[in-house]
């Protein structure tokens, strides 16, 4: 059976073990912890920490599985989304660096599964950021395996503001991509966290790649989409995405979750699927927030049921 999960970005300012408190309250079962470095990043949901990664000794380590066990909810994955492929390289160095400590993390916690994006400069084209992909990535993807970590990427172009643009900063966007990359970094440790919302955007087909990178699929978000057609017929596909579709919570966009949920089920998939709030209007207080996740988990159950206690 599937595991109803959240990515903890949305609730940025509670502490871990109010976190599980809150995902216990709502009946969910799993959460994706984000584990960005202590700091804080400007890019909204970003910076997120909920377990430092850098301080995490054998103290908290048991404090964390405890947690896990008296709560009933399990960490589906650590997450950190960062550009390690950016054009900047400082930041590319510090980006690649804190994959691998989250990697490690993982395998500390005994998680085995660690979220994050590819990366990409996007000043320059795919053909040209693939021998960077390759050289950061294969060490990368290498480490994972000696730990038993399996790596998923999220599949979020990351092309909606003036510093994104005209490329994107995230290289692992579509199924031509993916193929490519997993045909050039072979190991099972490396897939997808798979994101239905992003395709509809793009206005691709969100139900064959599930069949296609049925063994790819390491972990799935749950995070819907609203495409405005009145707005994409005015400026078109070459203009900022964020004229022309808003992110939306499950069952309040153009995601069809019953094929989704249906077509998982029948490749086999029985991993996380872990809402991700990106919608507005539930941004401006922690009651809305938490509203959100509760709202989401009511919609969801009805694909992913509650199991017998």
């Not at 073990?17 to 959460?31: K, N, P, R, V």
């Not at 643009?165 to 290289?171: E, F, M, Q, S, V």
């Not at 017929?233 to 070459?238: E, H």
């Not at 998939?269 to 207080?285: K, L, W």
Request: with cysteine; aromatic share 10%; glycine share 8%.
């Amino acid at each position: 059976m599937m595991q109803l999960g959240f990515h903890s970005a949305i609730l940025p300012d509670v502490s871990l073990e109010s976190l599980f408190e809150i995902g216990g309250q709502l009946g969910y079962d799993c959460i994706e912890v984000m584990c960005w470095p202590p700091g804080g990043a400007e890019r909204r949901y970003a910076g997120v920490t909920h377990i430092d990664v850098l301080t995490l000794d054998d103290d908290r380590v048991t404090q964390i599985q405890s947690l896990q066990q008296d709560t009933g909810i399990q960490i589906s994955a650590l997450g950190f989304y960062p550009n390690a492929l950016s054009p900047d390289p400082s930041e590319a160095t510090a980006a690649v660096a804190h994959i691998h400590n989250v990697i490690e993390a993982s395998a500390q916690l005994g998680i085995r599964r660690m979220t994050t994006f590819i990366g990409r400069d996007f000043t320059a084209s795919v053909e040209d950021n693939w021998p960077k992909f390759l050289s950061t990535w294969r060490p990368i993807i290498a480490a994972a395996e000696s730990v038993g970590v399996r790596v998923g990427i999220e599949n979020c172009p990351m092309l909606f503001g003036n510093d994104e643009w005209p490329g994107g900063k995230n290289l692992a966007y579509c199924p031509a991509i993916w193929r490519r990359m997993f045909d050039d970094v072979p190991s099972d440790h490396f897939g997808l966290n798979y994101d239905p919302s992003h395709l509809v955007w793009m206005q691709m087909d969100t139900i064959a790649p599930i069949r296609e990178f049925a063994d790819r699929l390491i972990h799935v978000h749950a995070k819907d989409v609203r495409l405005d057609v009145d707005q994409l017929n005015q400026y078109g596909v070459l203009s900022h995405p964020e004229l022309y579709h808003t992110p939306k919570l499950p069952g309040l966009g153009d995601v069809d979750w019953g094929a989704f949920f249906s077509t998982l089920g029948d490749v086999g998939y029985r991993g996380p699927v872990c809402v991700e709030v990106e919608d507005r209007i539930y941004e401006s207080t922690h009651e809305s927030r938490v509203q959100s996740l509760q709202q989401s988990a009511a919609y969801l159950r009805q694909f992913i049921p509650t199991r017998p206690s």
